[in-house]
């Protein structure tokens, strides 16, 4: 009788706490994807972004080469919030439409926003542990940029008629500007993971 007793208890107490696994599991998820306070993040992040590339990005400039503050909010704001590729690319598309408030060539953001921010989600769902160094934020961000600034500059070949030998010069300032988003997203991701209690922060390289 005792031993069955104690059966009876062991096996409640493992159940107490499975229930306890799958409810942390589920406040896991539920904090990830697109709630109100996910939305909003990301409307004050792109927001952020198109003041500053009209104000600081008017005149912070590194050998011609500018910082591009959409592309880097909208990465930020993948990398806090953890969105499914649906919701990357809703994202990307809003990205694209604040794209067409700023000085610029109208609607090619849309497309080149909408890859961006689609690889991002993609990029941030793949390992980047090199030892204690996690590379996910500078990898992701760096790529996100360069298919984002790619299908920008592969849009003006393709229905504005820009000169092919021009395109070249494209190269590096989209290089560069993915290396000097990597140094934005990196910057701001560490402290705002840690004030939303988002995901553990992603070192930068040790």
Request: aromatic residues 8%.
């Amino acid at each position: 009788m005792a031993d069955q007793i104690k059966r009876e208890i062991a096996t409640e107490a493992a159940s107490g706490k499975a229930a306890t696994a799958r409810k942390r599991s589920l406040d896991a998820e539920q904090k990830k994807g697109f709630d109100i306070s996910a939305l909003i993040l990301v409307a004050v992040l792109l927001a952020a972004g198109a003041v500053l590339k009209m104000t600081v990005g008017s005149f912070v400039n590194f050998f011609g080469m500018k910082p591009n503050f959409i592309i880097a909010m909208y990465c930020l704001a993948i990398l806090l919030v953890r969105p499914n590729l649906g919701q990357a690319a809703i994202i990307g598309l809003i990205a694209g439409a604040v794209c067409q408030l700023l000085p610029g060539t109208p609607y090619i953001n849309f497309i080149s926003e909408f890859l961006g921010a689609v690889a991002m989600a993609a990029l941030i769902r793949i390992p980047m542990k090199i030892g204690r160094a996690n590379l996910q934020t500078i990898v992701s961000t760096f790529v996100a940029t360069v298919v984002s600034g790619g299908a920008f500059t592969i849009c003006l070949f393709l229905f504005l008629g820009a000169d092919a030998s021009s395109l070249v010069a494209y190269v590096p300032i989209v290089l560069c500007t993915a290396l000097i988003n990597c140094v934005i997203v990196q910057a701001l991701y560490v402290p705002l993971a840690k004030v939303l209690k988002k995901e553990a922060p992603v070192k930068a390289i040790a």
